[in-house]
């Protein structure tokens, strides 16, 4: 199959109005005979189920959680970007395109960005009209701060807790469908297969996670919006049910997974402080507008950071790349802090974080001023580790976060499986090699509110004289089937060794040969650890409790088989993108002062994979150009 | 350090529970209360038993999943602090620790520590929204909200719905999860057309699913990882009152 990425003609800025002027319809007394599954309920799944049963579609919403408010979604704190100009200084459209691109590092779509970017600015009109109380100056009009890889203000924050105030206000427009009748909401409910008729994306399987009963559901069209997958890393900074089943199970039902190697490391988490650790937790990135990152010059220096004076301080940042500073992307800010740790400069207990300094700015704006703007930051920063960021240096470290990769999509965010959609972070369109701080928000909040209902009526125009598959179809028969095999199989290992065990083991390879940096020769024994350790996991591995009840050990147990399955394929992935590329630094193409070396003539693509079972998956490759942005090195300096 | 550990078990709803100890060696000051659980799982695990159910996700106190009675104290003993934010050097070595469901007949047992608080969302969905369409919305700045106006909404709309204060009420009242909802709201410009009918909707719904009424004892203010001000119960009656007397012409 030949990848279509059904970019419309006609000038960037200009394709997303040609789209909609020109795309079919489906009447509104129509739309009510029309079923639409929606996998995930965070800023992508719940917009998009609000959006359409606004739109008057029916709509099946499921999510795994007890409420869609739970959604991990959540849990980002900076800020969501728009190109507003509110500031002044220069912003535009064009110059967030820019930004995005350059910050992903030249392997995004243009026409994607630049529609994400355009449609940044009705986002933040429907988000205060919900109600999410954004942060104001005194005259009442909305403020903004930066984010790394940009030089204007663009960023919208409700303190640090944006994207719990944006989802908030996704689940409260949820929840009026959901009264409205017009979304069906199934809660702890977990997809573990999706189900296809006749080449079309017709449904899914799920399990109640109550009562474990595995379930069929019938639709027109299935919407996949949950999430990113970086968990597969064990420590990351993702919720612990953040998982790659939905689309892992797409995958192997056809739908092809780009970029999947292609993961952010955050540079700004709370350091690992001990061994039974489960996950790391992110400071937000808008704490470097204000703090400065330094380690001790002197390699192994043990004095308390505020005895160690200025001129033995290693600003590096600062030194390494002036113009950006604090505030370069966190590719590069994860990269370089890795440098200085692996040199030996490393601080803390562990040795295995850097200072992130507040003094300087606890002396312009006082503590008060710093509490106004990070004060809730600074109150997990003590929860979590016991100290005051208000009188010494916070200590943070690279951590595993977003993963650009995911299901491919086309310009209708379309999988490469007719009628089957992904949306936000499962998705792997719009942040390239790289995410832009501030982005992870916006890109989920448009596909689900504006991209998904006008692109998703192209498809349903002519689903309309369909019927809906009967859940008794062999199709369904079949996939339910083989859910029910896989939840006895995994039951009946009955071997010694508990699942996190596994999972621990998987996040150890992965994060020290497909992490921050990657080899060939790192990237080709990790596969090999990988199949061992899937091996083992299929003879060894111990789940307690029964299919018919609420197991949360069965959960994770069917969650780390399909991880296991994809962290072989991250590993391939990240083989055969032979250059350096954003978050993909190959230890082999670097310049002598340690910066990235892209290679365009040979990989400006994206790396589409196809599931071939019994086989090596094929690669399948979308070559992307670029007309509106030059390709350049990319330069913070 | 060690810890003796009495948890809640309880297959469903309509099985006897009881307390069950569980010693525990070797655990970390710097642990997780959580991690200390998975722990206690892993080992449960390996000698071959049902692990504890509990629900749990994002780990830094902020989705509002977890949530278990310890010590007697949603969240245990810190203040401001949920559940997964508790650190295991928060106890002594040698301690007891109780560990139970968040108990109220509006949440009901699903196994051992994991309970239903979907009745938490039916309130929401009674009225707690601003009925605007998506992609319809005026240009973001012809609506100016006093820089203390907004900051009063988002302290109001902190809340993360864990249900703790549904939890440590005598009354099991969720007044203080309905009353941030309705203040968050009631603070903004947005949505005041039906701010009548959405707080005498969600008051009623609250009533319907069975919660408990107030009588300002003020534990959930106490008790809440978010400091949700009991003031949003004040604001939620007095908003409540005037839509009654609006209604009606006759305060309830």
Redesign the interface.
Known sequence: MTLDAKIPEGPVEQKWSRYQATCKLVNAANRKKLDVIIVGTGLAGGGAAAALGELGYNVKAFCFHDSPRRAHSTAAQGGVNAAKNYQNDGDNIYRMFYDTVKGGDFRSREANVYRMAELSVSLIDTCVAQGVPFAREYGGVLGNRSFGGVQVERTFYAQGQTGQQLLLGTYSALSRQIKAGRVTMYNRHEMLDLVIVDGQAKGIIARDLITGEIQRYAAHAVVLATGGYSKIFYLSTLALGSNATAIWKAHKRGAYIANPSLTQIHPTCLPQSGERQSKLTLMSESLRNDGRIWVPLKAGDERSPNAIPDDERDYYLERRYPAFGNLTPRDIASRAAKERIDAGHGVGPLKNAVYLDFRDALKEYGRDGIAGRYGNLFDMYRKITGLDAYSEPMRIAPAAHFSMGGLWVDYELMTSVNGLYALGECNFADHGANRLGANSLLQACVDGYFIIPTTIGNYLADQRTKNLPSTDAPEFQQAADAAEAAIRKLLNVNGGRPVDEYHRALGAILWDRCGISRSPEGLQEAIIQITELREDFHRNVRVTGGSHEPNNELEKALRINDYLELAELMCRDALSRDESCGAHFRTDHQTEDGEAVRNDDDFAYVAAWEYTPNGTPTLHKEHLTFQDVKLTARSYK | MKVLLKIWRQD?RDAAGKLVDYPLDDV?P???F??ML??L??Q???R????I?????????????CGMVINGRPHGP?T??TTC?L?M?TFNDGDTIVIEPFRASSFPL??DL?V???A??RI????????????T?????S?????DA??A??DA??C??CGACVAVCKNASAALFTGAKVT??S??P??KIEAQRRVVDMVATMDKEGFGSCTNTEACEAICPQEISTDYIARMNWEYNAAKVRQTGKSS
Do not use: W, Y
């Open positions: 469903d970390d710097d642990m997780s959580l991690d998975d722990m799982n892993e449960l695990v390996r071959g038993e049902r692990v159910e509990f629900d749990n996700d994002c780990r830094e106190g902020i989705c509002g999943t810190l401001a602090t934010q650190h050097r699903i196994r994991k239903d608080r979907s938490l969302d929401i969905q009674s009225g707690a929204f601003i009925s605007t369409h998506i992609g919305a005026p240009e973001a700045n609506i100016l909200i006093a820089k907004a900051d909404a988002f709309a902190t993360i719905g968050h709201l603070n903004l947005q949505g």
